[in-house]
């Protein structure tokens, strides 16, 4: 059966240390507590959308050692497609050293490993199972020339594209020309237009420059503030939820893995916004990447909830 996503990106093992505080250049701190947890962007994001309800295969790259066979043991229990994943002899699956203070914000290091082994080539011998999707999701843990060639596989098949663009880079108008969808935060968004984001009217011109560039639907995420959500017809605003966060490792993956879920189940644009909101938001109330992202019944549960109480 063909899958309505699929993902081409990265898979890491997230190592993660909570702190009271980040030391300083020399200075060694005391963490209080240690877990690792199933991570990748790519893999995030699959996770998100298999969990809402999606049909998802997965395009990417492991090693040959312990954490590729815990990432693709974890990927499969959940109901993702892993033929498109290959395991590299001789090579290190990809990890994240991720800090998390008090208030669960982050900081990350990652070491790509296998990541930065899955090649154009790679993605051109899937491009039947691309063909056959719904829509593609691409983020930029992976070569740029890789997430370039999976999305002229996409554009070549009419399958809409789906981009988060993180780690923030640099990206061309010729690319972005062929994307349909795309989540920056504010820094991401940003770098993307030399535009300063720092509320929604600023988040709107941010985003109508990158219409300007081609793209289709921005979704500008604005943390607490909200998400700006602007194509070529309207702008809207979508509220945040207010929860209390205790790791916003994977927020911005639940989000995109939500948006991408709502698309292909036939939500439109605003209330694709609507439901990834929600969906990040329960991601920061507990610990871990993929561990911590809802199923379709608990996002249904915290919305129906949310609205009882604001009634």
């Known amino acids: 059966m063909s899958a309505q996503?699929?993902?081409?990106?990265?898979?890491?093992?997230?190592?993660?240390?909570?702190?009271?505080?980040r030391p300083e250049r020399g200075?060694?701190?005391?963490?209080?507590?240690?877990f690792m947890n199933a991570g990748g962007k790519g893999a995030n994001q699959a996770v998100a959308a298999?969990?809402?309800?999606?049909?998802?295969?997965?395009?990417?790259?492991?090693?040959?050692?312990?954490?590729?066979?815990?990432?693709?043991?974890?990927?499969?229990?959940?109901g993702v497609d892993c033929s498109g994943i290959e395991k590299i002899k001789g090579e290190a699956t990809g990890v994240a050293f991720v800090t998390l203070d008090p208030e669960g914000d982050n900081s990350i290091v990652v070491a790509p490993g296998a990541n930065l082994r899955l090649t154009p080539d790679d993605v051109r011998k899937q491009e039947e199972l691309i063909k056959q999707a719904k829509l593609l999701m691409v983020q930029l843990e992976i070569p740029l020339e890789t997430v370039k060639e999976a999305i002229a596989i996409a554009r070549k098949h009419k399958v809409p594209v789906l981009l988060d663009p993180a780690p923030?880079?640099?990206?061309?108008?010729?690319?972005?020309?062929?994307?349909?969808?795309?989540?920056?935060?504010?820094?991401?968004?940003?770098?993307?237009?030399?535009?300063?984001?720092?509320?929604?009217?600023?988040?709107?011109?941010?985003?109508?420059?990158?219409?300007?560039?081609?793209?289709?639907t921005v979704y500008a995420k604005l943390g607490e503030k909200g998400i700006v959500v602007v194509n070529a017809n309207s702008t809207s605003f979508v509220d945040s939820y207010k929860v209390k966060a205790v790791d916003s490792t994977a927020a911005g993956d639940a989000f995109a893995g939500a948006v991408g879920a709502a698309i292909v189940s036939g939500k439109d644009i605003w209330a694709a916004a609507k439901f990834a909101s929600a969906i990040g938001a329960i991601?920061?109330?507990?610990?871990?990447?993929?561990?911590?992202?809802?199923?379709?019944?608990?996002?249904?549960q915290f919305i129906k909830q949310e609205a009882h109480n604001q009634s």
């Open 5 to 21: 996503i699929v993902v081409v990106g990265s898979l890491n093992m997230d190592m993660v240390v909570s702190l009271n505080h």
């Open 50 to 78: 298999r969990k809402l309800g999606a049909t998802v295969a997965m395009i990417g790259k492991l090693g040959e050692d312990l954490f590729a066979d815990q990432l693709l043991n974890n990927l499969e229990q959940i």
């Open 27 to 34: 200075e060694t701190v005391l963490g209080s507590g240690f």
């Open 168 to 216: 923030a880079q640099p990206l061309s108008e010729d690319l972005l020309s062929l994307v349909d969808y795309i989540v920056p935060n504010e820094k991401e968004i940003a770098q993307l237009t030399g535009i300063d984001v720092y509320d929604q009217l600023t988040a709107k011109l941010a985003a109508v420059e990158l219409l300007r560039k081609g793209v289709s």
């Open 283 to 300: 991601t920061v109330t507990s610990k871990g990447a993929q561990a911590s992202m809802p199923s379709l019944e608990q996002a249904e």
